[in-house]
């Protein structure tokens, strides 16, 4: 929990020192005045500066406090210059007291710092407090053990959840994210639920904060699932990667991988023991015979002992026939080459054509915006009617018995978004056939090499003038020992590749024992107990604070989807004045608060409401609120920024219980010479 103990601040000017030094109860505090620019906003915003999170009020730094902070004071109609300005915060969280201290102007210390110190703050200048400096608003401050964020979390014993990032990463949800859900700040935060959530990258921002706020397990079990996602998409990766490498080396030696698929799956050593490399002969030998014939073989070249005048008819025979299989294999080189420039046009025109396919699908897209803005202008050209003699306009200059039907911009793009689609997976499958090839060429050719090496030694042999052994047997024998050596490689690869696919195996199987572990439904029954808490609290704030836009308000739901509340499936702010739009505001922040606090959420249990008298709503209406608010606030702490124009709303407020409300009239100026 977050309590707000008392906040002093402090600005130097050119004709002395002016502040605001106020303690705040823990319940209800009011911060009021008779006119609307007397520095209640200036005051409430050094509470949002002081925590770190002043991007719920529109940015970083000292940019968004008021010029009052950082330019001039007016003071009796003399404007002064301002030399420095500070604020001191004294927050609690239950049990621990300690007081932030940022600067909005001094020289020598930069805004992004924040100093704590371990007291209150009528003792932060004693030697017996201790204090540490952070630093906010910088990479990692969130995370950081010198980040503010990260500090105040840990103070605040918030438990901040994993959620993941508009590029599919995973980061910590934002503190200020959190707060900006019940800090409901002038100038933005009135136009809507959660409109003042700064932008920090987190996907589905408001959904996250919502779910924390109210502690959902849907939550931890998206969280769950997408970490399972992660994981399964790692395992299979690494699988195809195994996969790849070993086929890769089987290709490249004439070998062909049995027994294991590309997909995860669970293995045991039974299953690894059925793998098998099979060598692309006749036979179709396993790589173990294979490496027995070839050293069978080699045992009979090495001990052959014929020389070449023995054996003339029989290098006469094989010359021919090598040369046949060299031939053979130009030609197939000769084949794959051709057909490998082939691929490269295919896919070459293929990346041509989805270019243009892209570029045509943004004008198209450009268009149907022109159109929408066009329309909504009421603009008769861009509803394909003539703006002179009122008749449609046809998108063709044909004559209109010979004309089809042309697609609206609508379908041209649905049809080129489909298009697209068929284009890169025709050129994914040309890619990967291409890839084939290359392998393919380059296998071929050193074949094509072997073979011409053997036909030199062979018409050595042919053409020699003494009797040596044959340099025919001495080529054999290095091309066989070659392979034995290439396939015992291969051997020991697949072994090594086969203890891998054993430890991603595993992988797999816990993936999978985890994943059956997570709820099939997307809410618990406890989070469906608190989405129905959530709904009844705001009908029934509703009422109690004159809501009329609806006809009958138990036709409002709560989305499960976003969470927000819908009438016939859609938000209900498009059927709200702007004076309900408010009241909506006041009953789904209250409604939050009280079901965390019923069915043991995460809400901080502080609420920060700056004018919520908005559009002129009904002072009645404004009582109601305010009474719903002090029962409240026995067990949590909230301020009101308020403008007391009338009497009456003044003795509203005077009339509200005591002894949990307090009211700071800070008169007509909120900053006092001291």
């Known amino acids: 929990m977050l309590q707000v103990d008392r906040i002093k601040i402090t600005i130097k000017t050119s004709n002395g020192n002016y502040g605001f030094n106020e303690n705040f109860n823990q319940g209800?505090?009011?911060?009021?005045?008779?006119?609307?620019?007397?520095?209640?906003?200036?005051?409430?915003?050094?509470?949002?500066?002081?925590?770190?999170?002043?991007?719920?009020?529109?940015?970083?730094?000292?940019?968004?406090?008021?010029?009052?902070?950082?330019?001039?004071?007016?003071?009796?109609?003399q404007l002064y210059s301002v030399l420095e300005s500070s604020i001191y915060l004294q927050i609690n969280n239950g049990g621990n007291v300690i007081t932030l201290y940022r600067t909005a102007k001094t020289e020598g210390r930069d805004h992004k710092l924040i100093t704590v110190y371990y007291g209150d703050i009528d003792n932060v200048h004693s030697q017996n407090v201790k204090q540490e400096d952070y630093y906010v608003h910088m990479p990692n401050s969130a995370v950081n053990q010198k980040g503010f964020h990260t500090f105040l979390e840990h103070f605040l014993n918030l438990r901040l959840p994993l959620v993941a990032t508009t590029d599919d990463f995973e980061r910590k949800l934002y503190i200020q994210l959190v707060f900006s859900a019940i800090f409901i700040e002038q100038k933005r935060g009135w136009s809507d639920i959660l409109s003042g959530m700064p932008y920090l990258g987190i996907k589905d921002s408001k959904k996250r904060v919502i779910e924390y706020i109210l502690g959902l397990d849907v939550l931890n079990n998206e969280q769950r699932r997408l970490q399972l996602q992660l994981e399964k998409s790692n395992i299979e990766n690494e699988w195809m990667n195994t996969f790849t490498e070993l086929s890769t080396e089987c290709n490249r030696l004439d070998c062909v991988i049995d027994g294991i698929s590309n997909k995860p799956q669970i293995v045991d050593e039974a299953v690894l023991s059925a793998i098998h490399l099979y060598v692309k002969n006749k036979e179709k030998s396993t790589i173990e015979q294979a490496i027995k014939n070839l050293e069978e073989n080699y045992e009979i070249l090495i001990n052959r002992k014929k020389k070449v005048v023995e054996n003339y008819d029989q290098l006469q025979n094989e010359l021919m026939e090598t040369e046949d299989s060299i031939k053979n294999i130009g030609e197939k080189i000769k084949q794959e080459k051709a057909q490998l420039i082939i691929e490269n046009g295919i896919v070459e025109k293929l990346c041509g054509s989805i270019e243009l396919i892209d570029t045509d699908i943004s004008n198209n897209k450009d268009a149907l915006r022109l159109k929408q803005l066009g329309a909504s202008l009421d603009c008769l050209t861009a509803n394909e009617i003539c703006p002179v003699c009122n008749q449609n306009i046809n998108d063709s200059l044909l004559i209109d018995d010979q004309v089809h039907n042309v697609m609206s911009i609508e379908d041209n793009i649905k049809h080129l978004e489909e298009q697209r689609k068929m284009m890169v997976f025709s050129m994914n499958s040309h890619d990967k056939y291409r890839l084939e090839v290359i392998n393919n060429v380059d296998i071929l050719t050193k074949k094509y090499f072997s073979l011409m090496k053997l036909a030199k030694s062979i018409r050595n042999d042919l053409y020699s003038v003494n009797e040596d052994v044959s340099e025919t047997v001495v080529q054999k024998r290095l091309v066989v020992r070659e392979k034995i050596d290439n396939l015992v490689k291969l051997n020991s690869v697949a072994e090594n590749q086969k203890k891998k696919f054993l430890v991603l195996s595993e992988r797999w199987r816990d993936y999978l024992s985890r994943k059956a572990l997570v709820p099939?439904?997307?809410?618990?029954?406890?989070?469906?107990?608190?989405?129905?808490?959530?709904?009844?609290?705001?009908?029934?704030?509703?009422?109690?604070?004159g809501y009329k836009s609806a006809m009958n308000l138990d036709d409002i739901v709560i989305s499960n989807e976003t969470y927000f509340p819908i009438i016939d499936n859609f938000d209900m702010k498009f059927d709200s004045s702007a004076s309900d739009n408010i009241r909506a505001i006041w009953a789904y922040t209250v409604s939050l608060l009280s079901t965390s606090k019923k069915l043991h959420g995460n809400h901080p249990n502080v609420i920060i409401f700056d004018e919520p008298d908005q559009h002129s709503i009904v002072t009645t209406d404004m009582k109601s609120f305010f009474e719903d608010i002090v029962e409240l606030a026995n067990s949590c702490q909230i301020f009101v920024g308020i403008t007391l124009a009338d009497t009456e709303l003044e003795n509203i407020l005077n009339g509200l219980r005591k002894d949990v409300c307090k009211i700071i009239n800070i008169g007509n100026k909120g900053f006092v010479k001291i």
């Open 520 to 545: 099939s439904s997307r809410f618990s029954k406890l989070d469906e107990e608190k989405m129905k808490y959530l709904k009844n609290q705001f009908i029934q704030n509703l009422r109690k604070y």
């Open 28 to 77: 209800l505090n009011f911060i009021s005045s008779q006119k609307n620019t007397s520095g209640k906003s200036s005051i409430l915003s050094a509470i949002y500066y002081g925590l770190g999170m002043e991007e719920i009020i529109g940015g970083r730094g000292d940019k968004v406090l008021t010029s009052v902070y950082k330019h001039c004071l007016e003071d009796s109609g």
